[in-house]
Nanobody, 119 residues
Framework: QQQLVESGGGLVQPGGSLTLSCEAS????????TGWYRQAPGKQRELVAS???????NRAGSMEGRFTISRDNTKNTVYLQMNNLKPEDTAVYYC?????????????WGQGTQVTVSS
């Protein structure tokens, strides 16, 4: 069974840091592009950052320099290091894995982890 399980969310003060983890199971993790999305109350889900199977990364502009995505294929895990957090970073953060191979598209989502930035 394919599954993505996030962890690491919580409450942090402005300027603080958090590291989110997402462990995948049931998929050939190294062949997937993995990423983090977030959704704040009343807003659409948006891309935070993604990392492809070859390690190339993509980040939303507003998070440039603060958020870093990485992956460890030996642990089937993707990470999101978040520094200098701001109240507007408060959202549910979702892990995503997607692949298009030989015309077959696969996409999976985690259940989400809450990040709250507040003093």
């Amino acid at each position: 069974q394919q599954q993505l399980v996030e962890s690491g969310g919580g409450l942090v003060q402005p300027g603080g840091s958090l590291t989110l983890s997402c462990e995948a199971s049931g998929i050939a993790f190294s062949t997937y592009t993995t990423g983090w999305y977030r959704q704040a109350p009343g807003k659409q889900r948006e891309l935070v950052a993604s990392i492809s199977s070859d390690g190339s990364t993509n980040r939303a502009g507003s998070m440039e320099g603060r958020f870093t995505i990485s992956r460890d294929n030996t642990k089937n895990t993707v990470y999101l290091q978040m520094n200098n957090l701001k109240p507007e970073d408060t959202a549910v953060y979702y892990c995503n894995a997607r692949r298009s191979l030989l015309g077959i598209n696969r996409e999976y989502w985690g259940q989400g982890t809450q990040v709250t930035v507040s003093s």
